[in-house]
């Protein structure tokens, strides 16, 4: 038996759709083959703990520290504020809306260092986006108004870190550079998660995609500003209303189906 739909009832569970964000992308471009997503896979202690120590896997790898140390976290849901394992943030914070384990970076360049993960499989020229979920907040203790954004690379090159005379400065070398939205996060305040989408173009079969946190445009005065990164490539999971909200949204679609064919048996 085949079902019919009219042109309301179509717009209609288009709209429910978009509401949720399950309509289909106008961008064609595939997205970047990156492993092991929400950091969830991990061989070495469990998070809140040092990027390293967790060992998340699927090609995951923390790239050399810059100065005087590593503050680069692999964060289970509800640790951002704790310092068992690191250090804690200003709360509430919520956890990512995809869901899974995320990064916890000192957005001081002198304190951190990059994490990478090197991608195959790649088509020479093929354009492929990224996307990813960001946050920013300020360390527990200190004060001041921050700015917070992820510096990223896709190439074969290192990306080369200089620090002297109290900022930063990258060279991403031949690396296609793509940074995300600056968050602007009040004194003891906290920058929601939002959703990043950028497009890098493949050179080579296998490139690095690195990671770089950046505070206060590369400033190593050490308010200190902090940035999160969770679910790369991952969807939002729909929260509870969402889903009653689909509920609604198909309960009406059927009705309508159910009316129209009331009518034709009517006219029939």
């Known amino acids: ?44 202690v469990a998070p809140k703990n040092n990027f390293s120590a967790v060992n998340p896997t699927g090609g995951w790898q923390r790239g050399a520290p810059a100065g005087q140390g590593d503050l680069v ?29 995320f990064v916890q970076a000192d957005g001081n360049p002198d304190f951190e260092s990059t994490f990478f993960q090197q991608i195959s499989g790649l088509t020479i020229g093929q354009q492929y986006d990224l996307s990813f979920w960001q946050a920013a907040g300020q360390q527990q203790g200190f004060t001041g108004a921050t700015t917070e954004q992820w510096r990223v690379f896709l190439g074969n090159d290192p990306v080369t870190l200089t620090c002297g005379g109290g900022s930063c400065t990258v060279d991403p070398n031949t690396n296609e550079e793509h940074d995300s939205p600056l968050m602007n996060t009040a004194s003891q305040g906290v920058s929601p998660w939002q959703q990043v989408t950028m497009t890098f173009t493949a050179t080579a079969a296998s490139e690095a995609l690195t990671f770089l946190a950046w505070g206060n445009g590369g400033s190593t005065v050490n308010l200190p500003p902090t940035v999160f990164l969770a679910g790369v490539n991952s969807p939002a999971v729909p929260e509870p209303a969402t889903l009653s909200l689909l509920g609604v949204g198909l309960i009406g679609l059927g009705g309508t189906v159910l009316r129209q064919r009331a009518k034709r048996k009517a006219a029939g």
């Open 1 to 44: 038996m085949r079902i019919s739909f009219s042109k309301p009832a179509i717009l209609g569970l288009a709209a429910v759709g978009l509401t949720l964000g399950l309509a289909p992308s106008a961008n064609a471009n595939p997205f970047l083959p990156v492993q092991n997503l929400t950091f969830s896979s991990y061989t070495g």
């Open 73 to 101: 976290f692999i964060d289970a849901p509800g640790t951002a504020t704790s310092f068992v394992g690191g250090y804690g943030v200003y709360g509430p914070f919520a956890n990512p809306p995809p869901g899974g384990n």
